[in-house]
């Protein structure tokens, strides 16, 4: 098996065996977050921007680690300090930055579908670090392979996403991911941030919107971060969330006892959920970050290298 | 001046205003229809051979954007009406939404002294309903009136009121003008970029709901119904919007609707983030684009209109979240409406020529014939011609369109203004 993709636009067009295949790279990757030295020479040499057009810190400084640890100089731009600011459009933003001759570009954008419009325009390889509405796939990829380690296995898992569905570009990645291997995925929310046509995306798809039937029996549990900007546009009250949604340990125990519990963070204890439940054994949150560095490495490596079917001769560490 | 006899013969004459379809030549001279009729002949004349060829009343586009003034860049009235002429219409009719916005007199004359000037169709400006189409006050609908625009609208965005759009019904009543209604709930299109359902979903991008358009319609009915004006639904894209539209021709009030080729042909699953599939109203769904083709089909849809909406690359070439609605369109409906209607078997050619003369021409109180006295507009075009649509060599200045590349069977081939042949397809 090999990675053909010249980009990561999505977790959408990616096969099962495609998902594997960069799992089983990231988990080579994963070894040298132990060593006491974790930088490769890999891709010493290589340079890759990161160009986040909407503000980040964890993705951005996650990218920035594995660029870092296989040996890859960085290019950081940020929205507030971009030319974006002074009118200066995407494509022309991006063509500049292609002209210093980086081997890859990581982009995130306020916009759906912007890593996209700039893949189909740019001679160099494109990752998607989040596109408005749409996806996030190396959170559904880091998510996947931290299921994957703490339960040994992806296949044919109950899974429920809770939260702001509509707005969710994780909830989307998750979804196209998992379903891949058969998950059953559950999605839940306050109804206007529930839209039907979600159980639509991929096959295995439900809607409930009552959170003790959609953790009945649950392996996996995602809590969605919940933007209190959203929050404010058709105004939902902070305490009226909190009633219905917010993962606490009694609602959490409608899940299987051993059920994973996931944040792709940042989290708001007391909001979306209960801080006993985000400190709980169950809780894999640290994990998800850990992993989200040894995915990117794996995401970048492939696309940097040029060397997709032998990724998997690599040795770490 | 050219040849001042103009003589058209071995053609399908259609002209559905008389109930007409057969073959006949035509004679112009001076600029006017001078006979109909079989194996004229005329010494002197110059000479059309329209065998195999549909020969029709001129063709109307009741809604386009020319974009001059204040956004020569993307289009001309120049350059429109060469588009224009190039997809068989000889008359257009361009929305207010200018920079400065047509809600005056001075606009009104400035549009058709280029036109005048430059155009090789008729132009025939649509005034705005209130000034700088804002929503508050009447702009001077009377003055324009006298200068040459024959209908009123604040197109772009609906008539922002339910109150200020009775006072332009009233009015617009009293100036024998149709209101034209660009129909959209501001509250419920809340940033929309295409049409909510499962393919916005999927695709993260920000929906806008069907009933964004039909609510308003129904509004917009109503009002009608208040004031017995003429009210023209455009680019209707929604079956609950049709439904609104039926129930006030059942109840006999002047209400008519038109809806564009891009809107019959293509849906919300053909969406991707390329631009140039984000137009408003928004691809709509499946069965909106089949409720669409029916009532073309039975009449509760009176008319096809292109809403050409020409923007620069550089405007168009963004993400599709930050990209202005539209696409340019003079040039693919003749032969995007042959392939829906009539190579599917749904309509016959008359009902088709109807959707794109008499109607239209109903809609703004006047008449399009091909007879004996009438003005010698003229649209021929093929039913069965193939040619490829290629944007880069559009007559318009813009290109921003889905349909570059795509292969029709039949489509326009020449266009006769005045008596004169404007254009004519060279292969």
Redesign the interface.
């Known amino acids: 098996m090999s990675f053909t993709f010249r980009h990561l636009l999505d977790a959408?067009a990616l096969s099962r065996d495609e998902i594997t295949f960069l799992l089983d790279q990231s988990g080579a990757f994963q070894g040298i977050q132990k060593q006491p030295l974790k930088k490769l020479a890999t891709l010493r040499g290589k340079s890759a921007v990161l160009a986040f057009f909407e503000t980040s810190t964890r993705t951005r400084i996650s990218f920035g680690t594995a660029a870092a640890r296989l040996g890859a100089d960085t290019m950081n731009l940020q929205a507030e300090s971009s030319s974006t600011q002074k009118g200066e459009?995407?494509?022309d933003t991006v063509r500049t930055l292609e002209a210093m001759r980086p081997d890859v570009i990581v982009i995130r954008?306020?916009?759906?579908?912007?890593p996209?419009?700039v893949a189909e325009r740019l001679g160099i390889p494109v990752v998607n670090a989040g596109?408005?509405?749409?996806?996030h796939p190396t959170q559904g990829l880091l998510d996947a392979l931290t299921i994957r380690d703490r339960l040994g296995r992806l296949d044919d898992l109950n899974v429920a996403i809770v939260g702001d569905i509509?707005h969710s570009?994780v909830a989307?990645s998750n979804i196209h991911v998992l379903t891949k291997f058969g998950c059953r995925v559950t999605l839940c929310g306050p109804a206007m941030w529930l839209?039907p046509?979600?159980a639509?995306?991929a096959p295995n798809v439900r809607i409930e919107p009552c959170l003790d039937r959609a953790l009945d029996g649950a392996q996996v549990v995602m809590v969605l971060r919940v933007q209190t900007e959203r929050l404010q546009e058709p105004a939902l009250p902070v305490d009226e969330y909190i009633r219905l949604y917010q993962m606490t340990p009694e609602r959490l125990r409608r899940a299987r006892p051993e059920a994973l519990l996931m944040h792709p963070g940042p989290m708001i204890r007391g909001l979306e959920i209960d801080p006993a439940v985000a400190d709980s054994p169950q809780s894999c949150v640290l994990e998800q970050v850990t992993n989200g560095v040894a995915v990117r490495m794996a995401v970048l490596y492939l696309l940097t290298s040029g060397a997709g079917s032998h990724a998997a001769d690599i040795q770490a560490g | 001046m050219e040849s001042q006899v103009l003589l058209i013969h071995g053609g399908r004459v259609v002209d559905p205003s008389r109930g007409f379809d057969g073959p006949a030549d035509v004679l112009i001279e001076g600029g006017r229809i001078v006979r109909v009729g079989p194996h004229l002949t005329a010494s002197m004349a110059e000479r059309f051979d329209a065998t195999g060829l549909i020969v029709a009343p001129g063709f109307i586009d009741l809604h386009c954007h020319l974009r001059e003034p204040g956004n020569e860049p993307a289009e001309t009235i120049e350059s429109g009406a060469q588009a224009a002429a190039r997809g068989g219409f000889t008359a257009v009719c361009c929305m207010p939404n200018t920079q400065p916005v047509n809600d005056n007199a001075s606009v009104t004359r400035f549009i058709l002294d280029r036109a005048a000037a430059g155009a090789i169709v008729r132009v025939w400006p649509i005034g705005a309903a209130s000034k700088g189409s804002k929503g508050e006050g009447l702009s001077e609908i009377a003055a324009m009136k006298d200068a040459g625009i024959v209908a009123v609208t604040d197109d772009g965005k609906p008539i922002a009121s339910a109150k200020l759009l009775r006072n332009v019904m009233e009015y617009a009543r009293s100036l024998d003008l149709p209101v034209i209604e660009h129909s959209e709930d501001a509250s419920l299109f809340a940033g929309g970029v295409m049409r909510e359902g499962p393919t916005s979903v999927r695709l993260g991008l920000r929906g806008i709901p069907a009933a964004a358009e039909s609510i308003c319609v129904a509004r917009d009915v109503q009002i009608a119904a208040m004031t017995g004006a003429r009210l023209h639904v455009a680019h209707m894209s929604a079956r609950e919007s049709l439904e609104q539209v039926r129930w006030a021709k059942q109840r006999g009030l002047p209400v008519t609707c038109e809806v564009t080729p891009h809107h019959f042909t293509l849906i919300d699953e053909d969406v991707t983030y390329d631009s140039r599939f984000k137009m408003n109203p928004p691809l709509a769904s499946r069965q909106d684009r089949e409720a669409l083709l029916e009532g073309l089909v039975d009449g509760s849809v009176d008319v096809i209109a292109t809403d050409h909406a020409p923007h620069t690359q550089a405007s168009k070439e963004v993400e599709f979240d930050r990209a202005p609605f539209g696409i340019t369109g003079f040039e693919t409906a003749i032969g995007l409406t042959l392939e829906a209607l009539l190579h599917s078997g749904r309509a016959k050619l008359s009902r088709i020529v109807e959707l794109f003369t008499s109607a239209p021409a109903r809609v703004l109180g006047t008449q399009r014939a091909l007879a004996e006295g009438e003005t010698a507009d003229v649209t021929i075009f093929s039913t069965d011609h193939p040619w490829t649509f290629h944007a880069a060599e559009s007559a318009s200045k813009s290109r921003n369109t889905p349909f570059d590349g795509r292969k029709f069977r039949g489509g326009p081939m020449a266009t006769i203004v005045a008596g004169k042949i404007v254009w004519r397809r060279k292969s």
């Open positions: 959408e459009s995407l494509i954008h306020a916009a759906s579908g912007a996209h419009f596109d408005g509405l749409h996806e509509r570009r989307r839209p046509e979600m639509g995306i």
